[in-house]
């Protein structure tokens, strides 16, 4: 594996801006081999050049406006919102942020066909090992990884308690907070972290629950050190009262106006029912919002997000057959990929826009389909 002062690709959850463009490295020239990839030296350690951490100290979270949302303690030469990572370390250490997911559940049907209607996903909630089993097992062994270990992360659930308590909210809740830390190994024996942060709100008859992930990324000499400061960090978050502040009187007054509105509707429309629903899903969005701001929904996002973090880490491309719609994974360097026309996976990367493997005289005994590169 290859590490990068930029990373490929940056998921972001709080509010914070999110990009999303790869960075490719220059590689390969006609004379490579056509058939695979350009092979390079492997760089310098990184860590012969990279400093220590630094004193630990405390670094400020802006939200997208640039107000001062939270603190978290970091060494001081570590830097929050790096362009594509959430938090970066000296040496190539990187913190990502998978988007959140949200489910209901509720043993009422008429609950039931709003949810659906409404857009959202019908989902029981029954435990963290069910959560990690069914959402990360399957996408980490797709791409030939492995889960190593997993165990509970009090103190982290505790503070994101301590978070919530502080928002303002539309009415009784009751509500459980979970955090689990799961450790992965890829196919090159590289160890990688996701941070697994869920909440379970009940009100009434429905429940609603939702998750977001930390993923750390680190060379193998700095893992169990950075390993250490992200769970230290996300235990002990602290957040600006003059935010929440903020927070919760924009919320009251947009309650306000939110009943306000339901009450013409209901004199308008006596089946309120399901707009009582939707004001509902809003709020209990909003809450959450704090904290997650880039809200996502659908197995497929979370797949593709997943797939480019698994990407960078063994430096690769995902490329696709126009012609047969084929996805195919190939090393990074090229700016063009070509596929072998008979689908055997063969490919020829190259860096020249005007190069053509079906007009080079050393592959004239095939057809070259260019493949497209996926985001």
Not at 314 to 326: A, F, I, L, S
Request: proline letters at 6%; charged letters at 25%.
């Amino acid at each position: 594996m290859r590490y990068r002062a930029i990373p490929l690709t940056a998921l972001c959850l709080t509010s914070l801006a999110c990009q999303q463009n790869p960075e490719k490295a220059a590689s390969g020239t006609r004379e490579e081999a056509p058939a695979r990839a350009a092979t390079k030296a492997a760089p310098a350690n990184p860590l012969a050049r990279a400093e220590p951490n630094g004193k630990l100290v405390s670094h400020t979270l802006f939200d997208d406006k640039f107000a001062e949302m939270a603190s978290l303690p970091l060494p001081d030469n570590w830097i929050l919102n790096n362009g594509k990572a959430f938090m970066s370390g000296p040496g190539n250490v990187n913190v990502y942020m998978f988007p959140l997911r949200t489910f209901m559940s509720s043993k009422d049907p008429m609950m039931q066909a709003v949810v659906r209607r409404s857009g959202g996903t019908m989902r029981a909630f029954t435990s963290m090992e069910d959560v990690v089993q069914q959402d990360l097992v399957p996408i980490a062994e797709k791409e030939g990884s492995r889960l190593v270990k997993q165990y509970d992360a009090p103190k982290i659930a505790t503070a994101n308690k301590g978070f919530s308590d502080l928002l303002y909210k539309v009415g009784p809740m009751d509500q459980r907070f979970h955090a689990r830390v799961t450790e992965w190994v890829d196919t090159q024996g590289v160890n990688y972290l996701i941070v697994v942060s869920l909440t379970v709100s009940k009100v009434m008859n429905m429940v609603t629950w939702n998750y977001y992930c930390h993923a750390l990324e680190a060379p193998p000499e700095r893992y169990e050190e950075a390993k250490k400061i992200l769970i230290n960090a996300l235990e002990n978050t602290r957040y600006n009262p003059q935010y929440v502040q903020a927070y919760n009187q924009a919320e009251m007054a947009r309650e306000r106006e939110s009943w306000a509105a339901h009450n013409e509707r209901m004199k308008a429309n006596k089946a309120a029912f399901e707009a009582q629903q939707k004001s509902f899903r809003e709020k209990n969005d909003a809450i959450n919002q704090a904290i997650a701001a880039n809200y996502a929904q659908g197995n497929e996002a979370s797949d593709r997000n997943h797939n480019r973090f698994l990407n960078y880490i063994k430096d690769e491309e995902t490329v696709r057959n126009p012609k047969d719609g084929t996805r195919h994974q190939v090393q990074t360097g090229g700016n063009q990929y070509w596929l072998n026309g008979q689908g055997t996976g063969t490919y020829v990367p190259s860096n020249n826009p005007n190069y053509d493997p079906n007009r080079d005289p050393t592959l004239n005994h095939q057809q070259w389909q260019e493949a497209h590169i996926e985001d």
